[in-house]
């Protein structure tokens, strides 16, 4: 039996004739079964059909299933996911039109566009995961598709102690560091739970605090009344302009912050980050790094990438005054999460 034309009748009968989802399914289930005369299992049809239209198709238990933290997507007819188990493939009934139509639809929540003159796409979908997309001519053949699941509970220190992610003393630590207003910077790779332990340190800071962040994507989740949330926006082919996260963090420092957040430093926005932190403002951000003496390494060349008279000089005092620690994360073989490194900056020779 073919789903197709059930499905593509469901969809009619809710734009034009505004019915909801499952009534829409069961309409249409029936019109097929008066005409085919065959017998079909109804029940599952019309819950197969439901997800199609309300959801995001075959990819939504994966992406329902707690247990998954990332799926990716690299051709036709697999599917790859990351669980606390570990990596894993699975065969299914994927083409490459279906993939295609998924997300399209999912890039309709954030308006973002995908073609041949903007080949790749970050993107955030209506839970808070994190999209993105590569397509050919960048990609050899077939479309690239990353979805990084937006955890629904954010984790508070306690609970990151609770998880033997966090030892006592460090999360003592750290919670006195973010109330006495220091400058943080979690590093690690990825999957390491940077974003995890960034948004458990500002769940630490005072309600009475103005809080902007910068993303490329939005990622953070805050309960803080007094919180900006700004994102990247790439240009278009209408004409809009590229706004990145140089001009996102200037634009921050003229909203009055009292706390600044960097998503991810990753390239010469860490100039204009430094230059924030180093006039007063406390600031937070994570960055890729393979230890913590390797994130300050690498702070040491970022701010090269914005083209100015930036020296080796400038950067190394600049660096001890506006970080105060840096947090490293990683994750063991066995995919547990802990935080192996608090580094205090000014203990450093950076000199």
Excluded at 164 to 169: A, F, V, Y
Excluded at 215 to 241: C, I, K, N, Y
Aim: charged share 25%; with cysteine.
């Amino acid at each position: 039996m073919q789903i197709a034309p059930i499905l593509e009748r469901s969809r009619q009968l809710v734009r034009q004739r505004g019915f909801s989802p499952s009534e829409a399914a069961q309409l249409a289930i029936d019109e097929y079964v008066e005409l085919a005369d065959l017998p079909i299992e109804e029940i599952q049809l019309a819950e197969q059909i439901e997800i199609e239209l309300t959801g995001f198709g075959l990819l939504q238990r994966y992406l329902d299933d707690p247990l998954i933290e990332e799926i990716w997507i690299n051709r036709p007819n697999q599917i790859h996911y990351f669980s606390a188990s570990g990596n894993h493939m699975e065969s299914v009934s994927l083409s490459q039109e279906t993939i295609q139509n998924l997300i399209r639809r999912m890039l309709r929540h954030s308006r973002r566009k995908l073609d041949r003159l903007t080949p790749y796409v970050d993107a955030d979908l209506p839970d808070g995961s994190r999209l993105h997309v590569v397509i050919p001519e960048i990609t050899r053949q077939n479309w690239a598709i990353n979805i990084r699941k937006f955890s629904k509970h954010c984790l508070t220190i306690q609970e990151m102690v609770d998880h033997g992610t966090l030892s006592k003393n460090q999360a003592e630590t750290l919670s006195s560091a973010v109330k006495a207003g220091k400058s943080i910077l979690v590093s690690g790779a990825t999957q390491a739970g940077k974003t995890t332990l960034l948004t458990a340190l500002l769940r630490e800071v005072d309600e009475s605090e103005r809080v902007v962040s910068c993303e490329d994507t939005f990622e953070l989740s805050l309960e803080h009344d007094d919180w900006v949330a700004m994102q990247t926006r790439p240009a278009s082919a209408e004409g809009s302009l590229e706004i990145g996260l140089r001009e996102l963090v200037r634009q921050a420092l003229r909203m009055r912050p009292t706390r600044l957040v960097i998503g991810e430093v990753r390239g010469a926005e860490a100039l204009d980050l430094l230059v924030a932190l180093n006039s007063g403002i406390p600031g937070m951000g994570t960055i890729h790094a393979r230890s913590a003496r390797g994130a300050i390494e690498k702070l040491l060349t970022l701010p090269l990438l914005a083209g100015e008279n930036i020296t080796d000089r400038f950067l190394r005092p600049t660096i001890s005054s506006a970080i105060d620690l840096i947090v490293h994360c990683e994750r063991d073989s066995e995919g547990r999460r802990k935080v192996s490194e608090v580094l205090e900056v000014a203990n450093e020779n950076l000199a």
